[in-house]
């Protein structure tokens, strides 16, 4: 079992910068990638961004030159820098790790943390 911590959301104007870590409970190299999702009121969640166990990254089009995924693998944690922020990007953001192997990127998540909130006013 692995368990994620979600940290670093909270209230940004519109243009602003955050920063969310997600704290992972084993090495993030033994398991198959880490990825941050969204889910807006009303809305389907969405995988927002990616990161292979290799390093390789994938990103939706919605978020593409303002959001930034990376990971610190001494700490375990995996972060999405996020700028230029919408009041359309306000949901709950979820970490997930250890997608399945069958596409990239993962389709199904086998773990995911609780989320925090990410609210972006106009």
């Known amino acids: 079992q692995v368990q994620l911590a979600e940290s670093g959301g909270g209230l940004v104007q519109a243009g602003g910068s955050l920063r969310l870590s997600c704290a992972a409970s084993v090495s993030i190299f033994s398991v198959n990638g880490m990825g941050w999702h969204r889910q807006a009121p009303g809305k389907e969640r969405e995988l927002v961004a990616a990161i292979s166990r290799s390093g390789s990254t994938h990103y939706d089009d919605s978020v593409k030159g303002r959001f930034t995924m990376s990971r610190d693998n001494a700490e375990n944690t995996a972060y999405l820098e996020m700028n230029s922020l919408k009041p359309e990007d306000t949901a709950v953001y979820y970490c997930?790790?250890?997608?399945?192997?069958?596409?990239?990127?993962?389709?199904?998540?086998?773990?995911w943390g609780q989320g925090t909130q990410v609210t972006v006013s106009s």
């Open positions: 997930a790790a250890n997608g399945d192997g069958s596409s990239w990127p993962p389709r199904h998540w086998a773990f």
